[in-house]
């Protein structure tokens, strides 16, 4: 019988190491408070490098032993935890709203999401196929393995606080690799709730690690493992800042890394789309997670002859989406992050609107409802010196381009160093063709606008990273390969 846990049992507010719940070394730690209201949820240990070290000496002294477990024993680990947290969906789905602030729905959605993709590298750890190369010499025999890379550093974001690390920690563990994450200051309650039930579902002690640190404490706790040659590999989702940042620093240790950073996502309607699936593909990709997420639109470019009618009716469904906290069960769009995220949003609309920009709904804070609330917003005549042209707004706020041809629709489009998401919508197959090869982006919603799969890569080009998460590219990251040469045969 799969075990359920009540919201208490899941909130854990120290690391976990070597299998054991351990404060902080200093024992300083930090709080984790409700997006909502600003109500602290918990006070978490706040780590230092002594931490991450005892996180990857534990990594590194588990690292044999997992290796060397059966590909089905892991597989059976793997689909135990995801049991577990597909049977403890409820609560888990309200600690994501509790510490992030989405609506329950999308909370549990996530939750369903993020299981996903554990039961996926449950079952394709049993499939790391190697190579018997054709034989070249007489005698000779050639052979490529796949081998586990070794400790993965695991470092994430707080708009998906339970998917971004289930889709790192499942690939690790599927491979034989061992791990330490740090999730995000913001949301780190939802993290240790899915180490704790992986250690539940039989991890073994060493092989996962968590450690939680507050924002300035972050640098030097993960600059502990960036500059350990025992870690073998970063995986990382955040800003390119950041990724950049990552890149650089362990540059001297020469990991491998998978960095899926930020996004400028571009959104063209065509004058011969089917506009109410515009429309709908619209709300969907765009005001999930109110806005925060890397693959929502951020520029929309919609045709000419169909650029009034696409803003009105646009403008009516999201004049309609219900602003509320999580617990309303009736919520589309809880509150923003943080007062850095409503910030960024308020100086983006501001800006568009001292540059020419049109309100078509919303446009303003919804302080009566709390201090990070803004209201889900639609801009018409956008224009390229506009800010939210060039940065990601990462809020509820779709501005529309108008455009008149495909050439200029596509050149803007990519006219960004981003590359992560794009999407587009046409009802003609030569266009779909020629866009579709067009664009420069990891991923194409052609007429959808929900493309995240875990059976799909996941992934950027440009300055969105490298690297790809789900589908069967997603184990590559956390192997190396191996070439054996047997010689002296014949
Ligand atoms: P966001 O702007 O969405 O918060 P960040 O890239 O700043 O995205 O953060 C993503 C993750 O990276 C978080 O876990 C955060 O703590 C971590 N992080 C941010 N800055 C650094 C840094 N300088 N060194 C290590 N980790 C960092």
């Known amino acids: 019988m799969t075990r ?14 070597d299998g054991r719940w351990t404060p902080a070394s200093h024992g300083a730690r930090f709080a984790v408070t409700d997006p909502a209201t600003g109500n602290t949820i918990a006070q978490v240990a706040d780590s230092s490098e002594a931490d991450a070290r005892a996180a990857t000496d534990a990594a590194a002294r588990a690292f044999p032993g997992w290796r ?6 892991r597989a059976a680990i793997l689909r135990r935890w995801h049991d577990l947290i597909v049977a403890n969906q409820e609560t888990l789905g309200a600690l994501i709203s509790l510490e992030q602030g989405k609506p329950l729905a999308e909370g549990r959605g996530e939750v369903a999401y993020g299981a996903s993709y554990v039961a996926w590298f449950a079952e394709e750890a049993t499939r790391i196929y190697g190579d018997i190369i054709p034989q070249q010499q007489r005698g000779k025999r050639m052979m490529a393995v796949k081998e586990p890379i070794g400790i993965v550093a695991a470092i994430t ?7 971004m690390i ?42 996962l690690n968590l450690i939680t640190a ?14 350990d040659a025992r870690v073998r590999k970063i995986t990382f989702t955040g800003s390119t800042a950041v990724g950049k940042y990552l890149a650089r620093e362990s540059a001297e240790t020469l990991k491998k890394l998978s ?13 011969d789309a089917d506009l109410d699936a515009a429309v709908t593909g619209l709300l969907a990709s765009k005001f999930r997670n109110g806005g925060q997420t890397c693959v929502c639109p951020n520029r929309v470019y919609v045709q000419a002859g169909v650029y009034e009618r696409f803003a009105a009716l646009l403008g009516e469904r999201v004049a309609a989406l219900k602003v509320a906290p999580a617990t309303d069960p009736d919520a589309q769009i809880g509150p923003m992050i943080n007062t850095r995220a409503v910030d960024k949003i308020a100086r983006h609309v501001d800006d568009a609107l001292t540059h020419g920009a049109r309100i078509v709904t919303g446009g303003k804070r919804l302080t009566e409802l709390g201090p990070h609330y803004y209201a889900p917003t639609v801009l018409a005549d956008a224009k390229p010196n506009m800010l939210l042209n060039a940065e990601e707004t990462f809020g509820p706020v779709v501005p529309l381009f108008r455009f008149e041809s495909e050439a200029e629709a596509v050149a803007a489009a990519n006219n960004t160093s981003f590359g992560l998401a794009s999407y587009f919508y046409s009802e003609n197959a030569k266009r ?9 982006a990891g991923i194409v919603g052609i007429n959808e606008g929900a493309v995240a799969s875990e059976a799909a890569p996941f992934g950027g080009v440009k300055d969105s990273g490298y690297g790809r998460e789900g589908s069967r590219y997603g184990l590559d990251d956390y192997l190396s390969i191996k070439y054996l040469c047997q010689g002296n045969l014949a």
């Open 4 to 17: 359920r846990f009540e919201l208490d049992e899941l909130i854990r507010s120290d690391n976990f190491i």
């Open 68 to 73: 060397d477990t059966l590909p089905k024993e």
């Open 157 to 163: 974001p707080w708009n998906f606080p339970l998917a």
């Open 166 to 207: 289930a889709r790192k920690i499942a690939p690790a563990l599927a491979t034989g690799c061992t791990v330490v994450a740090k999730p995000a200051e913001d949301t780190p309650l939802t993290a240790s709730a899915l180490v704790m039930l992986a250690h539940e579902a039989g991890v073994p002690a060493g092989v």
């Open 214 to 227: 507050s924002r300035e404490h972050a640098v030097a706790t993960v600059a502990d493992w960036l500059h």
């Open 259 to 271: 960095l899926e950073l930020g996004g400028n996502a571009p959104f063209i309607v065509f004058d």
């Open 432 to 440: 779909i063709d020629r866009v579709s090869q067009a664009l420069e």
